[in-house]
């Protein structure tokens, strides 16, 4: 089956600094990904679509500048959260669909939690 | 607004039958998914429905009903691996996932 790679699955960071998540498709170009953030015993909030070639599209309340998405290729979506803060600390998944694929399903990579002290 | 409402939490027992339900209100309808996920894990695929009916994978069936905007999951045969959250999501008129809150289940011995 298609899938979805996010590395890392866990990291700790000092407040300030930045951290970056990267999402892989392994065997299938995605166009489109997904990045959503989930806070414990929460729902999975999309934070942003992002798009290869092009300026990933924001979820509104969620900051452009802190949440940088860059989706330079057909088989890779990075996040980098900067200068984060402990607020920030949650779990972030990323997610793809495979346009080959006759089903609508999305894949998901395993998640990162983020904790930020 | 959109709004999706499932259940916090259910129990169950090892063997028995449980169903999750799902009510949703969303701008447009492009489908209904099931996902299972379990503690610190990200979400897996259970089921998705685009059509009124009960669709049948293994221990596992969906139902929808697009005019009363309803589904539930109905998982038999409960084994303990089942303990986890179970998450809907309905796909509105943009093609955005509109996800639910969970419902946690709970396995007894």
């Known amino acids: 089956g298609a899938v979805v790679s996010q590395h890392p699955s866990w990291v700790i960071c000092k407040s300030g600094t930045s951290v970056k998540i990267e999402c892989r498709s392994l065997d299938f170009q995605a166009t489109t990904m997904f990045w959503y953030r989930q806070f414990p015993k929460q729902s999975l909030m999309l934070m942003a679509t992002s798009n290869e070639g092009s300026k990933a599209t924001y979820e509104q309340g969620v900051e452009k500048d802190k949440f940088l998405i860059n989706h330079a290729s057909l088989t890779l979506s990075t996040l980098t959260v900067t200068s984060a803060h402990p607020e920030d600390s949650s779990f972030y998944i990323c997610?793809?669909?495979?346009?080959?694929?006759?089903?609508?399903?999305?894949?998901f990579g395993q998640g990162t939690r983020l904790t930020v002290v | 607004g959109q709004n999706i409402d499932q259940p916090t939490e259910m129990t169950a027992t090892e063997g028995a039958i449980v169903q999750i339900n799902c009510t949703y209100q969303?701008?447009?309808?492009?489908?209904l998914f099931w996902y299972q996920q379990h503690a610190g894990e990200a979400p897996t695929f259970l089921s998705y429905?685009?059509l009124d009916g009960l669709e049948e994978k293994g221990r596992f069936s969906s139902f929808l009903s697009r005019s009363k905007g309803y589904s539930y999951l109905l998982l038999k045969e409960l084994q303990m691996k089942d303990s986890a959250s179970y998450l809907c999501?309905?796909?509105?008129?943009?093609?955005?996932?509109?996800w639910g809150a969970g419902t946690k289940l709970i396995i007894k011995p």
């Open positions: 997610s793809a669909r495979d346009p080959g694929r006759d089903s609508t399903e999305a894949f």
């Open positions: 429905n685009v």
């Open positions: 999501a309905v796909r509105d008129s943009n093609y955005q996932l509109i």
């Open positions: 969303t701008s447009g309808f492009n489908g």
